[in-house]
């Protein structure tokens, strides 16, 4: 037996076939044992509603008239983001859309509906260039029962969405007296309105007045795309029979219990059970606790699919005394539905008689549990999370049993195909040769289903039909490799039967001009990703601040802001900012073509990195075109900040790095290393917490090192700390504006702390919506093959961006991605070089044994692999949500209130705005700063007083500064947003609507106008102190 | 002139001597300096729950304690660094045999919290109430420094909304579930294994310095130019084995109790109450510090309850904890008042009955009662004097009694506690200042509450 068959003999196949049973048993998991019921597609037709022309937000009303008690009530909203009002309550909302980075369905108000219920902690701000998840795509219940009242009812809605195709989709019922009312979804039923404006004076959500004066709302058509339920809709739309259950007391206890038969009808039938019961209870499946609750006047909800999927079960429901203060009679009202059959409160329900240790069993005396009438108030339904742990554990581990001994079987039984190759290995190499095609696809699918989790797309890996396409492609891949495999075993060759040892890459180096004008074509290509529709976006908070300071240094020489603060933060961007809209314009646009050419270039330095360290061309250029197409990139490329500079001279420095101190000892490398890497710290003083990484690697891969030799790098070390010190001391200028009052969100960002030991390390190597997930999937994974590779290029990038990451931890105090945007590239080589590496050296060590022709094995296994892989790199990038996105605002719209403000001001208009940055940009300035809680770096002390830092408005701050401000203007404009509106008092906030008309609404927030011949007044209280205190 | 020559000659030496070694003897020495600090900065020391007390003049009277396995170990790393140093100066080439000694040292060093759990569970929860508290008074100085509706000393109110875990907030006791495999489960992960927020932040600079130093040690072994490549890669394996396998094994007991807790869950939903309760003895075998946790003994209590055991302690801790989630924390005072007449020297029954205290003093404070307020937190504190926010409290009482003096004197203590924090907030800091001149201005120091106002002003001094 030669040297080359033994590792087929230990323990490594032992852990590829746990590993490949564990890959199979993760994919069969999710439908075997699913923990909840797959998402139903609605079948019921439905009308989607709108308002015309289409706008970004709309409000929708409804007046409905109810001759009865409501005994139950509910509604099925399917729309993007909303706010349902029930007689003027919030019963039901989902606000996402000024954060595109929010994970699908993370801000439903009853998150038990998300099909995502926890989500990994990270900061999620709209990094990347990615639309807003599909949040449409499923139709969520509410049980509106508690909030409709016999009379009139008022109905409704707060639209928004990304971009300006505003349209809701409502189906509902209210039943009582034996009559139900269906909730009319069609545009007949529904009044709209671009601007919640008052009726008659009240509030739009409670003003009870049908001719009210807005439009009928327009109709967009039948709902033509699959709408989705992410639990059983009939848990909601039909009502707890008013039928209860109850039996005898025996030692403080009640127990029902009955056998709900098995769920046949396949992936897409579910089972679920409703329980109101007046005494705590538990309710256990089989051995299996699946809830407890219990409080009079409420229903809980259970999705048992999972339970009865594997067979009949036996359903007991304890009712058990506290000993505190029980209700008298113990009731537990229930029904449910197992697939067709309709599980109802009667005598199929069995109550102990007398107790038995067995009695989950059946053990003891059962007799058909007592009946009777309840009386039908309301009891509003919650959806419940089975809690069972544990005992799945054992299903997921005989799954993975099951799988191991499927692969065992398969394994010997392709054996026998080893002979036809004349496999020294008596078939086993032959076996792996051909499973690990299947396995690679099963793993690959798997994969892409984590990474696409907190996305509107994880419902098509939720869809039952899904499953059947992901077994026919491990089948196909089966059959493919078992033929490759006789075609290649039957095919004439003459070719040595010794292959060389594997080799990772070469590392000699060759021009070639077809390649650079292909990496020219990618970086055009990125050119237009990031030039297109760049003006779609208003101006960012930030953007607002470096554009208004590059415009002070056009009017003074100083970066000084509108409001007199002296921004100190990257000189270097600013004058070539100010230099830049002094030739092209200040237009939005125009200021952030700016940033499009670094983020060009970089793509060019990304080729060449790439090229550097991996020695393959072809690599290089994938790598330049994933960050040619990276959402991230593109995103920060179309931002009027020194992020994207920043990165290209770091990725500048990290090439010249390479060359000059890890794979070679080219002196101008190493000098150009110190001048890139000065230029990235001026950028971005951030850009300090790469220097471990480079001090590490340095030590590392500077060998021999002699003083004399290297008195450059002495000198280029000293010159580089100099500058960062002396922008670290220009930095700090910012702070000499004085503060007003001392908190700990005024401190540096940068100090040492170990406040949250993985924020960050979810930010950056998950990123939003887990959009880095594969690619650090394989980073980490391909670490030890590096290591043993002693590829020092690639070590080098390991080392750059796993300490750059880990000093952003202990050292920054706020937890964003956008300070380690330098490591982007590098990640981006190291997956790409990673998958490349994955694919040769499997298809080398699975080919080696097969002593016939491993070579054209080899090239078979690659080009079978190839596509799988590509497959997944491509998915990965999520280029849908990316095309997307090219028409959809992503943050808050504030520049367009301002615009507005601008066509529309009079002469003594005041105004006063919660978000002051676009002010200073487009009106030159506001009046007032209005604030209930600060943050960090809003206001500085002038002497004369508080003001904003941006707009220069002076600071408001209670409701008798406002209101003095009233009493002597004529018109005062006041900007509200969503995010500012949740730091004011309910009664500030009254005091605000009350007064003011809505002028315009936009993405995220409101525009609200206060005229003083309106002659309205709104009390409030006093909050005691002057009204210059602070 | 020889002695100028020679002078001129040192750093030329010096030059020819550096460039003659290999390069990680400097990553060793380098490590050899971080463990010696290791070995003589604090690694874990706290207000001794058992001696700390209130002195005569009413303020806190703290008398540390190290816990006695950091001390072991940071003289082990202190040794360690020791035997490294003699080594690289008599046998360079031997040191590599130390890199296993060296791995299992920082094994040691990261299990230590876990090893606080399980040995003295009292200095957990010390460390839990430090910094919960400590933190939470903070936020509340904080939020109303950035409320601009209020005037601090008019209006400053506890903010009620902070989420209730106070009961259940012994780390690591989260229920265990197979999300916790899941990246959503890391941060109970880290908590299971004692590297909670409260553990990394109360952890002196010595922990880290050690760490640093093994760490670096190890650089310094496997970058050596004779034979590091070869040690890194035979141990390559080796090493996250070694490490998983370390927290792996710490965790078995905490399996096996995580094991009779959800067959006990089970029982109590069957109704088997005996069963029930002799699996939660099992439970607290296993994992001896969960006996601090309110929760825990109320799910004893549940039982007991059922049975109307009304001389059994966990009796009243069941309704304490029923009180707690009503945020009725008087009833729950008074709960855990009887619980205490009947098993006063119940583990965790001091900080219970503190942390109630201390929630009903804030609530009668909102009410506007502060003398009765400050009842409570002199209550309070009499149980655990180490509790910031009921010196918090009690500072702001004085606010309110415009006390300015007395004010800051309290707020002074909850600046002392904050000073076992590795990471510093500004507000306690920023308050203690302000009241210090105020209290000044009120006397007619003018000078004094003018220096306070900008020593208040400008963190940079502090």
């Known amino acids: 037996m030669t040297a080359a068959v033994r590792p087929l003999r230990s323990w490594r196949l032992l852990g590829f076939g746990l590993a490949a049973a564990f890959i199979f048993a993760c994919n069969l998991m999710n439908v075997l044992t699913p923990y909840r019921a797959a998402p139903e597609i609605i079948a019921d037709r439905a009308d989607w509603i709108g308002i015309s022309p289409p706008s970004n937000r709309a409000f929708f009303r409804q007046v409905i008239d109810l001759p009865f008690t409501p005994r139950y009530a509910w509604i099925a909203v399917a729309t993007d983001d909303y706010v349902l009002y029930v007689n003027g309550q919030a019963a039901a909302q989902n606000q996402f859309a000024i954060n595109a980075a929010l994970s699908f369905q993370h801000r439903l108000s009853d998150r038990a509906q998300g099909v995502n219920p926890y989500v990994v902690p990270a900061a999620r701000a709209p990094d990347l260039r990615l639309a807003t998840n599909r949040e449409w795509r499923v139709r969520i219940h509410s049980d509106i029962s508690k909030q409709l009242r016999r009379g009139r009812n008022v109905l409704a809605l707060s639209l928004q969405t990304a971009d300006p195709s505003v349209r809701v989709s409502i189906k509902g019922e209210i039943v009582g007296d034996g009559v139900s009312i269906p909730i009319d979804g069609s545009a007949e039923s529904w009044h709209a309105s671009r601007t919640p404006d008052r009726i008659r004076g009240q509030s739009w959500i409670v003003s009870p007045v049908r001719a009210d ?208 190759a004349r496999d020294r290995t008596g078939g086993r190499a032959a076996a792996l040769w051909i499973l690990s095609l299947p396995i690679l696809a099963a793993g ?137 809209i002094y030739l092209f314009g200040s237009s ?113 891969y500077l060998r021999p090192y002699r003083l004399r030799d290297n008195i450059n790098v002495v000198i280029g070390f000293i010159t580089m700390m100099v500058v960062t010190v002396l922008d670290a001391g220009t930095f700090t200028l910012l702070c000499l504006t004085r503060n007003i009052g001392i908190t700990t969100s005024i401190a540096s960002i940068i100090q040492f702390h170990v406040i949250n030991p993985t924020a960050f390390i979810n930010t950056f190597f998950l990123s939003e919506l887990h959009a880095r997930f594969i690619g650090s999937v394989f980073f ?98 999520h280029l849908d949500g990316l095309m997307r996105s090219y028409d959809q605002h992503l943050i808050m719209q504030h520049e367009s209130a301002y615009r507005y403000i601008a066509e529309h001001r009079r002469p003594g208009d005041v105004v006063i705005s919660v978000s002051p940055m676009s002010g200073a940009v487009v009106l030159g300035g506001i009046d007032y700063y209005l604030e209930q809680e600060l943050q960090f770096d809003e206001v500085y002390m002038t002497p004369f007083a508080i003001v904003d830092r941006w707009a220069g408005g002076k600071l408001v701050s209670k409701i008798d500064q406002v209101r003095d401000i009233l009493s002597t203007a004529s018109r005062a404009w006041i900007i509200m947003d969503q995010a500012e509106s949740k730091k004011f008092t309910p009664d500030f906030l009254a005091y605000l609507y009350g007064v003011t008309q809505p002028r315009l609404e936009f993405l995220g927030g409101e525009l609200l106008l206060w005229t003083a011949s309106d002659g309205t007044y709104v009390q409030s209280k006093d909050s005691g102190g002057s009204i210059d205190d602070f | 002139m020889t002695w100028a020559r020679r002078l001129l000659l040192v750093p030329a030496r010096a030059l020819a001597w550096s460039e003659a070694r290999d390069r990680s003897d400097y990553a060793i020495l380098a490590s050899v300096l971080f463990m010696a600090l290791s070995a003589y900065r604090a690694w874990y020391v706290l207000p001794s729950p058992y001696d700390t007390t209130i002195g005569l003049d009413g ?85 109303n420094l950035k409320n601009q509706q209020r005037d601090w000393r008019d209006l400053q109110r506890f903010d009620p909304s902070p989420v209730l875990r106070w009961a259940t907030d012994l780390s690591g006791y989260t229920d265990w579930s197979f999300e916790m495999l899941g990246l959503a489960g890391q941060v109970d992960v880290l908590d299971a294994l004692g590297l909670t927020n409260g553990y990394f932040n109360v952890a002196g600079r010595g922990w880290y310095f050690g760490m640093s130093g093994l760490l670096v040690f190890q650089l310094g072994v496997y970058g050596r130019l004779t034979g590091g490549r070869r040690y890194l890669l035979r141990d390559l394996p080796l090493i996250p084995v070694c490490l998983v396998s370390v927290f792996a094994l710490i965790l078995v007991p905490r399996a096996i109790g995580e094991y009779h807790s959800q067959v006990a869950g089970r029982a109590i939903s069957k109704g088997d109450d005996t069963h029930a309760l002799e699996e939660l003895r099992a439970v607290r075998f296993w994992i001896p510090s969960i006996a601090y946790s309110l929760a825990f003994q109320a799910e004893i209590g549940a039982i007991t309850q059922r049975r109307g055991c009304m001389s059994c302690p966990e009796t009243y801790l069941y309704r304490a904890n029923n009180a707690v989630a009503v945020r009725d924390y008087q009833g729950a005072a008074r709960a855990l008042e009887k619980a205490a007449a009947l098993a006063p020297e119940m583990p965790g029954m001091r900080y219970w009955l503190g942390q109630a205290y201390v929630e009903s003093g804030i609530d009668i404070f909102n009410t506007g009662q502060y003398t009765a307020a400050d009842r409570f937190f002199r209550r309070a504190l009499a149980y655990v004097p180490s509790d910031a926010l009921a010196w918090y409290g009690r500072a702001i009482v004085q606010l309110r009694l415009r006390d300015f003096a007395a004010a800051a004197e309290y707020t002074h203590q909850v600046v002392r506690l904050q000073n076992y924090l590795g990471f510093k907030k500004y507000p306690p800091h920023a308050q203690w200042l302000l009241a210090r001149s105020w209290s000044a201005y009120r006397r007619g120091d003018f000078v004094e509450a003018h220096r306070y106002f900008s020593e208040y002003l400008t963190p940079e001094l502090w």
């Open chain 1, 213 to 420: 004066g807005w439009r009928q709302a327009s109709s967009l058509g039948p709902v033509e795309e699959p709408l989705q339920a992410t639990a059983p809709a009939g848990l909601w739309t039909r009502p707890l029979p008013l039928t209860g259950l109850t039996g005898p007391e025996i030692a403080g206890d009640v127990r029902f219990a009955r056998v709900l038969p098995a769920l046949t009808g396949g992936p897409t039938q579910s089972a679920w059970l409703r329980v109101s019961s007046t005494w705590p209870y538990t309710l256990t499946v089989g051995n299996t606790l699946a809830g407890a609750a219990g409080k009079t006047g409420k229903t809980e909800a259970y999705d048992l699919s999972r339970f009865l999927r594997n067979g009949p079960q036996r359903v007991s429901i304890r009712l058990y005394r506290t000993g505190l203060t029980d209700p008298a009679m113990p009731v537990v009202m229930l029904d449910g539905a197992v697939g067709s059959l309709d599980i109802a409160p009667d005598s199929s329900w069995n109550v102990l008689r007398r107790d038995d240790p067995g009695w989950l069993d059946g053990g003891g005396l059962w007799e058909s549990a007592s009946m009777v009438p309840m009386s039908p108030g309301t009891r509003p339904i919650t959806l419940q999370i089975p809690t069972s742990k544990g005992w799945w554990a054992a299903e997921q581990a005989f799954v993975w049993a099951a799988c191991f001994a499927g692969i065992a079987l398969l394994f010997r039984a392709l054996g026998g195909l080893g002979g036809l």
């Open chain 1, 444 to 580: 690959a699918a798997y994969l892409l289903r984590l990474r696409f989790k907190e996305t509107d797309l994880i419902l098509d890996f939720l869809n039952p039909a899904q499953y059947g396409r992901s077994l026919a492609l491990d089948l196909a891949m089966l059959v493919l490799a078992i033929a490759v495999y006789l075609v290649l075993t039957r095919a004439p060759s003459s070719a040595p039967a010794v292959v060389p040892r594997f080799r990772p890459g070469s590392a000699a180096l060759s021009s070639d001009a077809k390649v650079r004008l292909l990496v020219l074509a990618i970086s055009l290509l990125g050119f237009a990703l990031r030039g297109y529709h760049i003006g779609i976006e208003n101006l960012q908070a930030d953007e607002n601040v470096s554009l208004d300071a590059a415009r002070g240094v056009l009017r003074t020489g100083a970066p000084y802001e509108i409001s007199g603060v002296l921004y100190t933060r990257s000189a270097m961007y600013h004058y070539m900012l100010a230099g830049w």
């Open chain 1, 588 to 700: 939005p646009a125009a200021a952030r073509m700016m940033s499009v050419i670094p983020g060009v270039a970089v793509i060019f330095v990304t080729y060449e990195l790439a090229y550097l360290a991996t020695g393959k061309r072809h690599l290089a250029v994938i790598c330049a075109l994933v960050i040619a197409v990276s959402p991230w990139q593109i995103n920060q490329s179309r931002n009027i900040r020194f992020y994207q500079q920043m990165q290209f001279f770091g990725i500048c420095a990290s090439y010249f790095f390479l060359r000059g101190f890890v794979l070679g000892r080219h002196k101008p490398s190493q000098n150009l290393f110190f001048a890139m890497g000065s230029l990235a710290v001026v950028c971005q003083e951030i850009f300090v917490l790469t220097f471990p990484g480079f001090c590490i690697a340095g030590y590392l």
């Open chain 1, 780 to 877: 980490f994974a391909a670490l030890p093959f590096w290591i043993r590779r002693s590829n020092a290029a690639i070590l080098t990038l390991y080392i750059l961006v796993i300490t750059s990451v880990l000093a952003a931890t202990v050292l920054v105090m706020q937890v964003a991605a956008r300070y380690v945007f330098v490591l982007n590239p590098m990640i981006v080589i190291v997956f790409i070089a990673s998958v490349d590496a994955l694919i040769r050296w499997m298809a080398f060590h699975l080919s080696r044994p097969l002593a016939a022709n491993p070579r054209r094995f080899q090239r078979a296994w690659i080009a079978m692999a190839t596509p799988i892989l590509a497959i997944m790199v491509i998915a990965d990038l």
């Open chain 2, 59 to 143: 303020l806190l009277s703290i008398v540390e304690t190290e816990f006695p396995a950091a001390t072991v170990l940071r003289v082990g790393i202190g040794a360690f660094g020791a035997v490294i140093l003699l080594l690289l100066l008599a046998k360079a080439q031997a040191l590599a045999k130390l890199r296993w000694p060296g791995w299992l040292l920082l094994g040691a060093t990261l299990a230590l919290p876990f090893a606080m759990q399980l040995w003295s569970p009292n200095l957990v929860r010390e460390t839990q109430v430090i910094y919960s508290h400590v933190d939470r008074a903070s936020n509340d100085i904080e939020f």
